[in-house]
């Protein structure tokens, strides 16, 4: 059984930093591919930055409005990926979600991904 758990979700001041946190059990990370995703209140979810598997070029992609700083990373032998998240903005407030086992590429999209936690929420707010 494939288990998602993101951590590291808070409230933050614009400008400030957080490092989103996944663990995943139930498969081997580095033959996947893995995206982080958000929604906020009233929207879709959206793409926020992916990551190929290590077998493929693990080739790391972001969405626009993150590029520069977001950096999503991952650690093989923990099974666990990371959203690092700098400047923040107002935004950037949403339940950012991380999945696995979908397509990365310079457009990826929610429901290209199997398996899927339980989301962290992100808050951007003086």
């Known amino acids: 059984q494939v288990q998602l758990v993101e951590s590291g979700g808070d409230l933050v001041q614009p400008g400030g930093s957080l490092r989103l946190s996944c663990a995943i059990s139930g498969l081997t990370l580095d033959l996947y591919a893995i995206g982080w995703f958000r929604q906020a209140p009233g929207k879709e979810r959206e793409g926020v930055s992916c990551?190929?598997?290590?077998?493929?070029?693990?080739?790391?992609y972001y969405t626009d409005s993150v590029k520069g700083r977001f950096t999503i990373s991952r650690d093989n032998a923990k099974n666990t990926v990371y959203l690092e998240m700098n400047s923040l903005k107002p935004g950037d407030t949403a339940v950012y979600y991380c999945?696995?086992?979908?397509?990365?590429?310079?457009?990826?999209?929610?429901?290209?991904?199997?398996?899927w936690g339980k989301g962290t929420q992100v808050t951007v707010s003086s």
């Open positions: 990551l190929s598997s290590s077998s493929s070029d693990g080739s790391a």
């Open positions: 999945a696995v086992n979908g397509r990365c590429g310079r457009d990826f999209f929610p429901w290209e991904y199997d398996y």
